[in-house]
């Protein structure tokens, strides 16, 4: 069984940084993507960035303008999101997801992924 357990959220003062991780297991294909997500109250759940197990192809939003980065530790089994110079409008339950159907490129949609974690809160103070 697929799972996804997330890690690193928390408050943070705008500029700051944070980590967050993703550690999977039960994912037998080499063919999948892991990516982020997040949903802001009212807000529509929107992909952050994603990452493609196969070939390495990264995604990011363009409102991420260079401060995220995505990367994996294959053997770990974890993705991680590094998020620096934090902004308000960053705050949010950020989910991550796994999918065996998007090939990692372009931006991730919400029904392309079939696999879900719980969600972590990140909370940027002005």
């Known amino acids: 069984e697929v799972q996804l357990v997330e890690s690193g959220g928390g408050l943070v003062q705008a500029g700051g940084s944070l980590r967050l991780s993703c550690a999977h297991s039960?994912?037998?294909?080499?063919?999948?993507?892991i990516a982020w997500f997040r949903q802001a109250p009212g807000r529509q759940r929107e992909g952050v960035s994603c990452?493609?197990?196969?070939?390495?192809?990264?995604y990011y939003a363009s409102f991420v303008e260079d401060r995220f980065t995505i990367s994996s530790d294959s053997a770990k089994n974890t993705v991680f999101l590094q998020m620096n110079s934090l902004k308000p409008e960053d705050t949010a339950v950020y989910f991550c997801?796994?999918?065996?159907?998007?090939?990692?490129?372009?931006?991730?949609?919400?029904?392309?992924?079939?696999?879900w974690g719980q969600g972590t809160q990140v909370t940027v103070s002005s």
């Open positions: 997801a796994a999918s065996t159907f998007h090939t990692g490129w372009g931006q991730p949609e919400p029904y392309e992924y079939d696999y």
């Open positions: 039960g994912l037998t294909f080499d063919d999948y993507a």
């Open positions: 990452i493609s197990h196969s070939d390495g192809h990264k």
